[in-house]
């Protein structure tokens, strides 16, 4: 017997479809069935690598963790990694197919979903329930026609859905209400229910919204859920919720990290923001690097060689080199790391025409972009303390030269990363590095801080479990597992 299926869509992006999707597949496997996410299409630069050695959405790896399976590239058949304001890297079941212009995607489209249906089939042979989740709002009927992400999929694949509204921003009756009024009439009887989340306060007080809203749109409140506020813990998928980290320090070891325009993984640092005797400041540009901060770490990247122009602009470099002759660090991750290097080869166009850019000149190392993509789980010994990381490769080219000598990490392939001479400038391919608690408190204990206990994949999982018990009680889930078909 095949699985059922039930999909999740939004009023909007950030509503919380992710977290929502993530604590009923705890929810759901706390009640012995197999269940598995499904997002069918994805715009994300928080990228994770899979089982099966592929890249799918953060969010997409975070809720088969939640589920208690291991992640795969069915889960996120297409995922877009936007490369520019106007084009996006194409993955199509774990790899890279193309570089797509906005509008040469939308022309083309319609081609991807028989791979996206193959993926949803073979998770269906697997599983006891699939929780699809839709991407920002079905409500954008200019981009009905060849939709992969939301009621598109949803008709393909004859499934009902469910429509997520956040009160904390306001207005949540008008879009629920409004969401229904703009969908046509075959779309809207994929609607099945809605859920009010974010609610702060005494849930009594919106009964009767509740009751307008199931009187309006015909279909049944499924729960109205209350602001979850260990959602903080959990690795987030959008840049946008940088904006709640860009702050002035308070007490501890201040660690700024340059916001690029096109930041990835930025969740690397998810780690070092839960340390009580760390305080991690996010620079948008125009911001200089202060003088109190002791460590700068340059985050991944999507596109290395057009953020590293736009730390240019913003005058980072001139910032950063003054920050290392005052004897701060510097710590780059995957694009940074690329970055930090005398220069950077892009023979092959990969990142726009075909050139070679000056570094940062901070590591004595050239990287050569390559059209062979490194997609691996990665398990390192940290070379200054043989701590064991645990961590993941995502990135093109290859690095090397003199500081290569004084390695990050050894790996069972063999040196990874360079150390300046003086160790004042590290750079690593490993993403996820500071989630390995034994590196991560000797990394803070050589800048001088006190780390704590904690044990941040422990706390993952708490947070999770916490979620599920959290819309256990304020969600239907009988209710829920009764809609999916």
């Known amino acids: 017997m095949k699985a059922k299926s039930l999909m999740f869509l939004g009023t909007g992006s950030d509503v919380g479809k992710s977290l929502i999707v993530a ?53 996120n058949p297409v995922l877009l990694k ?31 979903m028989p791979a996206i ?30 939709d992969l992400a939301n009621l598109g999929f949803a008709t393909a694949a004859q499934i009902p859905a469910v429509l997520i509204g956040d009160i904390h921003r306001g207005g949540v009756i008008a ?26 306060g005494d ?88 003088g109190y901060c002791a460590l700068v770490i340059i985050p991944g990247s999507k596109s290395t060689i057009a953020d590293l122009k736009a730390l240019r602009q913003t005058g980072w470099d001139i910032d950063l080199k003054a920050h ?24 092959d166009g990969l990142e726009g025409p075909a050139s070679s850019v000056e570094g940062l000149g901070l590591l004595n190392v050239e990287t050569t972009l390559l059209a062979d993509k490194t997609v691996t789980e990665t398990q390192a010994a940290h070379a200054l303390s043989g701590q064991l990381i645990t961590a993941y490769e995502i990135h093109l080219g290859t690095t090397t030269g003199p500081d290569c000598a004084r390695l990050f990490a050894q790996t069972a392939n063999g040196p990874e990363g360079a150390t300046s001479p ?23 204990k050589s800048l001088g801080a006190s780390p704590s206990d904690l044990l941040f994949e422990t706390l993952i999982e708490k947070t999770l479990d916490d979620l599920a018990a959290h819309l256990e009680v304020h969600l239907d889930l009988d209710k829920i597992l009764e809609l999916a078909q």
């Open 175 to 200: 879009s629920i209400i409004g969401t229904f009024a703009v969908l046509s009439e075959a779309d809207r009887n994929h609607l099945k229910g809605f859920i009010i989340n974010k609610f702060h």
């Open 324 to 347: 290392v002759r005052r004897g701060g660090r510097v710590f780059g991750l995957c694009g940074g790391y690329q970055m930090l290097g005398r220069m950077i080869h892009d023979p």
């Open 203 to 290: 849930p009594q007080l919106f009964d009767e919204g509740r009751l307008y809203l199931e009187n309006h749109t015909k279909t049944p409140c499924l729960g109205v859920i209350p602001h979850f506020g260990q959602a903080s813990n959990l690795p987030a998928e959008d840049a946008v919720t940088l904006e709640d980290m860009i702050s002035t320090p308070s007490t501890g070891l201040k660690i700024c990290v340059l916001r690029l325009p096109r930041i990835a993984n930025f969740d690397d640092l998810d780690p070092l923001r839960m340390e009580e005797s760390v305080h991690v400041q996010f620079l948008n540009a125009g911001q200089p690097i202060p």
């Open 23 to 75: 604590g009923l597949a705890r929810a759901f496997s706390n009640r012995g069935l197999r269940v598995a996410p499904f997002k069918p299409q994805n715009m994300s630069n928080n990228a994770a690598v899979t089982a099966d050695g592929g890249e799918i959405g953060r969010a997409q790896a975070l809720q088969a963790r939640a589920a208690r399976i291991p992640t795969s590239v069915h889960m």
């Open 422 to 444: 003086d160790g004042l400038v590290t750079g690593t391919y490993l993403h996820g590095c500071f989630a390995a608690d034994g590196f991560r408190q000797a990394f803070l």
């Open 117 to 146: 249906l193959e993926s949803f089939e073979e998770l269906r042979k697997t599983c006891d329930l699939i929780l699809v989740e839709g991407a920002g709002s079905p409500a954008e009927v200019n981009l009905r026609d060849g």
């Open 82 to 112: 936007p490369e520019s304001e106007t084009g996006a890297q194409v993955i199509v079941q774990g790899q890279r197919k193309a570089t797509l212009k906005a509008r040469d995607f939308f022309r083309e489209r319609p081609q991807y």
